[in-house]
């Protein structure tokens, strides 16, 4: 009986092994389509995606899984990962900026390499909600700089609350751009924070047009709180490494997209 319920065991964390690496090459696994391929009933596959869940390994969505955003809690560890990716994706987006603009621009890490990546000469205002994204920008003499208050959330640096919500609808920029945890293009901007996902919604509303810079990775993950639908974006910026497979849903979505 013990040797029937170790094969049992291994045979289960094989499948569940497959079904990560499944999800690591397509972003998303369907369950329907799992039992199939496993020739196990449904609600077995349901117990596996739910204890692949509760490792914090993938999202649970309706019907299957979405691979789960991953990210480092340091925000000063974060500014070295994929420093060159996040250079190429800054310049990109700085090319899609015009002088005199206002701009939203949201916290983060690859928002502080596009601050460090606009000409010295740039003119407009720039709001932003991340003290860290002020003080870079404070040695541009021709920007003017609006810091939005609120109370800090450490892990993106930004303020949260409703005071910086209310703050926000009263803004009209030309342009928001958006700080990335994770996006799908069917469960759109997600973040893992409930008041963060709060006000990256007020940010959207705020502003005429919405730019998504992000590397690839993290393009068809999920997090624990939804933003915004995939509509809510009309420019994704992300570096040469991204498929064509991986940014046609983007594509069909209606997004413009820069690859640099």
Same mark, same amino acid.
């Not at 094989?14 to 990560?20: G, H, T």
């Not at 449904?42 to 692949?52: K, P, V």
């Not at 009263?170 to 996902?197: K, M, Q």
């Not at 919405?210 to 624990?224: D, N, Q, S, Y």
């Given at each position: 009986?013990?040797?029937? *319920?170790?094969?049992?065991?291994?045979?289960?964390?094989?499948?569940?092994?497959?079904?990560? /690496?499944?999800?690591?090459?397509?972003?998303?696994?369907?369950?329907?389509?799992?039992?199939?391929?496993?020739?196990?009933?449904?609600?077995?596959?349901?117990?596996?995606?739910?204890?692949?869940?509760?490792?914090?390994?993938?999202?649970?969505?309706?019907?299957?899984?979405?691979?789960?955003?991953?990210?480092?809690?340091?925000?000063?560890?974060?500014?070295?990962?994929?420093?060159?990716?996040?250079?190429?994706?800054?310049?990109? @987006?700085?090319?899609?900026?015009?002088?005199?603009?206002?701009?939203?621009?949201?916290?983060?890490?690859?928002?502080?390499?596009?601050?460090?990546?606009?000409?010295?000469?740039?003119?407009?205002?720039?709001?932003?909600?991340?003290?860290?994204?002020?003080?870079?920008?404070?040695?541009?003499?021709?920007?003017?700089?609006?810091?939005?208050?609120?109370?800090?959330?450490?892990? /993106?640096?930004?303020?949260?609350?409703?005071? @910086?919500?209310?703050?926000?609808?009263?803004?009209?920029?030309?342009?928001?751009?958006?700080?990335?945890?994770?996006?799908?293009?069917?469960?759109?901007?997600?973040?893992?924070?409930?008041?963060?996902?709060?006000?990256?919604?007020?940010?959207?509303?705020?502003?005429?047009?919405?730019?998504?810079?992000?590397?690839?990775?993290?393009?068809?993950?999920?997090?624990?709180?939804?933003?915004?639908?995939?509509?809510?974006?009309?420019?994704?910026?992300?570096?040469?490494? /991204?498929?064509?497979? *991986?940014?046609?849903?983007?594509?069909?979505?209606?997004?413009?997209?820069?690859?640099?």
């Amino acid at each position: 009986m013990k040797d029937d *319920q170790r094969r049992t065991s291994l045979l289960t964390e094989e499948r569940r092994q497959q079904i990560l /690496a499944s999800l690591e090459r397509e972003g998303r696994v369907f369950a329907t389509e799992l039992s199939h391929r496993y020739h196990v009933s449904d609600d077995t596959i349901r117990r596996d995606l739910d204890a692949l869940a509760d490792l914090g390994m993938v999202q649970r969505v309706h019907g299957g899984a979405l691979r789960r955003a991953t990210f480092t809690e340091n925000f000063e560890e974060r500014q070295t990962e994929n420093a060159a990716a996040k250079d190429a994706i800054a310049r990109g @987006t700085v090319s899609l900026l015009q002088q005199g603009q206002t701009i939203l621009l949201d916290g983060g890490t690859t928002s502080l390499a596009i601050v460090r990546h606009l000409p010295p000469d740039f003119t407009g205002t720039v709001i932003t909600t991340s003290p860290p994204i002020a003080v870079a920008l404070a040695s541009f003499a021709a920007i003017e700089v609006i810091l939005i208050g609120g109370r800090l959330y450490r892990y /993106a640096m930004v303020a949260v609350g409703a005071e @910086t919500i209310a703050q926000l609808r009263a803004i009209h920029a030309d342009i928001c751009i958006l700080g990335i945890l994770a996006l799908d293009p069917t469960f759109g901007v997600s973040v893992r924070d409930y008041e963060e996902a709060q006000v990256k919604r007020a940010m959207i509303m705020a502003a005429s047009q919405v730019i998504a810079p992000t590397i690839h990775e993290k393009l068809g993950t999920v997090a624990r709180f939804e933003v915004a639908p995939i509509s809510a974006i009309t420019h994704l910026v992300t570096e040469a490494a /991204a498929s064509r497979d *991986q940014l046609m849903p983007y594509q069909e979505a209606g997004l413009t997209i820069l690859q640099v």
